[in-house]
């Protein structure tokens, strides 16, 4: 077998392979006696059909298969022969077969020999995981808040901040005539700016989509009261019809439930071992500041990774053929996140095409982070422990009974535990780039 090895780029080689009959015979003959062996013909029994009948019949289908089962073995030798670090065959080209000689040219994909740029000293984005008092008291008061009960108001009784205020309003521009707003703006405009029944309000807290000034004029008012010349200038944020333009509306309160949020008492009550304020205010503390330093710790990973892929010589060719694993692999995820949020099938299928071609983007630089941080782990050293291995194991696997060594031990025959290794060896990378960054 002779081989022609020529470097297209630091990710493909062209190999031009030709043997001879006596190196190629051993495929061939593989595949004709399957051929005997399993073929069919009418008025014969399998297994009995003569050969000769066999060559005249099936020429064609056995040249095909002999020439892939010749065209797999020669490229698996010549792969060893020439010590290349395969992994996929890209393109086949000028494949001969014929009675005395085989001959094929193929493309093949290699991992690239890598020159790792500077890791050290990386830009990180710093995140600040402080927890003021003000961010407490804010999240106490969402908290009453969301844990609030409400009761129908009594006779006598007046809007106050946070009750759920049920009105009608009507609105006229403020011109000369008065003219009312329905007879200004398209009716689809009007249905909401115009006139309504039975509109709602949390009193005193605005609503970005509701009538601007309404949570505040309501409050201090009483079921049955009526409230005239609301002034109300509008922004551009609203249909063209009525922006930048004032309206005076007049509301009336129909009904209200007033808001009572839950007391020091009741949250402490509510709240498992904690006995005063002092103390659920510590509880939040802690608890943002637990939330706060594992947002932050995401952020600077997703950073520092960026700052990696970034850095001078990390733009080096990578495999297309892993590039597109990984997009197939990418795009699946977009497309089952779609269907949990919703998305039909047609919609997905009109989006193909767009969701393919982004994931591609997302696909080469998880193939380019592979190899920069496989090279990383080689120099410096970096590996799995058997404790880490284990750890691992016992915080993710399901079921929290079972044998932990035992499933090592599956995992590993099974070869399973290679990818819980790499995923160490990458938190393991990350978390060396960070302590080294800058």
Same mark, same amino acid.
């Given at each position: 077998?002779?081989?022609?090895k020529?470097?297209?780029?630091s990710?493909?080689?062209?190999?031009?392979?030709?043997? $001879?009959?006596?190196?190629?015979?051993?495929a061939?003959?593989?595949?004709?006696?399957?051929?005997f062996?399993?073929?069919?013909?009418?008025?014969?029994?399998k297994?009995?059909?003569?050969? %000769?009948?066999?060559r005249?019949?099936?020429?064609?289908?056995?040249?095909?298969?002999a020439?892939?089962?010749?065209?797999?073995?020669?490229?698996?030798?010549?792969?060893?022969?020439?010590?290349?670090?395969?992994?996929?065959?890209?393109?086949?080209?000028?494949? $001969?077969?014929t009675?005395?000689?085989?001959?094929?040219?193929?493309?093949?994909?290699?991992?690239?020999?890598?020159?790792?740029?500077?890791?050290?000293?990386?830009?990180?984005?710093?995140?600040?995981?402080t927890v003021?008092?003000?961010?407490?008291?804010?999240?106490?008061?969402s908290?009453r808040?969301?844990?609030?009960?409400?009761?129908?108001?009594?006779?006598?009784? =007046?809007?106050?901040?946070?009750?759920?205020v049920?009105?009608?309003?009507?609105?006229?521009?403020?011109d000369?005539?008065?003219?009312?707003?329905k007879?200004?703006?398209?009716?689809?405009v009007?249905?909401?700016?115009? /006139?309504?029944?039975?509109?709602?309000?949390?009193?005193?807290?605005?609503?970005?989509k509701?009538?601007?000034?309404?949570a505040?004029?309501?409050?201090?008012?009483?079921?049955g009261?009526?409230?005239?010349?609301?002034?109300?200038?509008?922004?551009?944020?609203?249909?063209?019809?009525?922006?930048?333009?004032?309206?005076?509306?007049?509301?009336?309160?129909? %009904?209200?439930?007033?808001?009572?949020?839950?007391?020091? $008492?009741?949250?402490?009550?509510? =709240?498992?071992d904690?006995?005063?304020?002092?103390?659920?205010?510590?509880?939040?503390?802690?608890?943002?500041?637990?939330?706060?330093?594992?947002?932050?710790?995401?952020?600077? /990973?997703?950073?520092?990774?960026?700052s990696?892929?970034?850095?001078?010589?990390a733009?080096?060719?990578v495999?297309?053929?892993?590039?597109?694993?990984?997009?197939?692999?990418?795009?699946?995820?977009?497309?089952?996140?779609?269907?949990?949020?919703?998305?039909?099938?047609?919609?997905?299928?009109?989006?193909?095409?767009?969701?393919?071609?982004?994931?591609?983007?997302?696909?080469?630089?998880?193939?380019?982070?592979?190899?920069?941080?496989?090279?990383?782990?080689?120099?410096?050293?970096?590996?799995?422990?058997?404790?880490?291995?284990?750890?691992?194991?016992?915080?993710?696997? $399901?079921?929290?009974?079972?044998?932990i060594?035992?499933?090592?031990e599956?995992?590993?025959q099974?070869?399973?535990?290679?990818?819980?290794?790499?995923?160490?060896?990458?938190?393991?990378v990350?978390?060396?780039?960070?302590?080294?960054?800058?």
């Amino acid at each position: 077998m002779t081989i022609e090895k020529k470097n297209v780029s630091s990710c493909v080689v062209e190999l031009s392979i030709k043997a $001879e009959k006596a190196e190629f015979k051993p495929a061939y003959d593989k595949v004709e006696k399957e051929y005997f062996k399993n073929a069919s013909l009418p008025g014969f029994r399998k297994g009995k059909i003569p050969a %000769s009948l066999i060559r005249t019949k099936f020429a064609s289908a056995i040249k095909r298969d002999a020439t892939e089962e010749i065209f797999q073995d020669l490229v698996k030798k010549a792969v060893a022969q020439e010590k290349i670090d395969f992994l996929a065959v890209t393109g086949i080209d000028n494949v $001969e077969l014929t009675e005395e000689s085989f001959s094929v040219t193929c493309k093949i994909d290699v991992r690239p020999e890598i020159k790792l740029p500077k890791y050290t000293g990386l830009a990180v984005e710093k995140v600040d995981t402080t927890v003021t008092d003000e961010q407490i008291e804010s999240h106490i008061a969402s908290y009453r808040k969301m844990n609030a009960k409400y009761e129908m108001a009594k006779e006598g009784d =007046i809007v106050e901040k946070g009750d759920f205020v049920t009105f009608s309003f009507s609105g006229v521009m403020n011109d000369k005539a008065k003219t009312p707003v329905k007879d200004v703006v398209p009716e689809e405009v009007a249905k909401n700016f115009a /006139e309504r029944e039975f509109f709602w309000v949390s009193a005193g807290e605005e609503d970005e989509k509701g009538i601007p000034g309404f949570a505040e004029a309501v409050l201090g008012m009483k079921a049955g009261e009526t409230k005239e010349d609301i002034k109300v200038k509008f922004g551009k944020d609203v249909d063209a019809s009525i922006a930048g333009k004032t309206v005076l509306y007049t509301i009336k309160i129909d %009904s209200f439930r007033k808001c009572f949020p839950p007391t020091d $008492e009741d949250i402490i009550k509510e =709240i498992p071992d904690v006995n005063t304020m002092d103390e659920f205010r510590a509880l939040l503390r802690k608890t943002m500041e637990d939330n706060k330093k594992a947002q932050a710790k995401r952020v600077q /990973e997703d950073s520092i990774i960026e700052s990696l892929l970034k850095a001078k010589g990390a733009d080096f060719e990578v495999p297309q053929s892993q590039v597109y694993e990984a997009q197939v692999s990418v795009y699946e995820k977009y497309v089952k996140s779609s269907r949990e949020n919703g998305m039909s099938d047609a919609d997905i299928e009109k989006a193909k095409k767009e969701m393919f071609d982004s994931a591609r983007e997302f696909a080469e630089k998880q193939v380019r982070m592979a190899y920069l941080f496989a090279k990383i782990a080689e120099k410096e050293n970096i590996e799995p422990t058997d404790e880490d291995v284990k750890k691992f194991v016992t915080e993710n696997y $399901e079921d929290k009974s079972a044998d932990i060594d035992k499933v090592i031990e599956f995992m590993t025959q099974t070869g399973r535990i290679n990818s819980v290794k790499s995923f160490i060896i990458n938190q393991k990378v990350v978390e060396f780039l960070l302590s080294k960054a800058k």
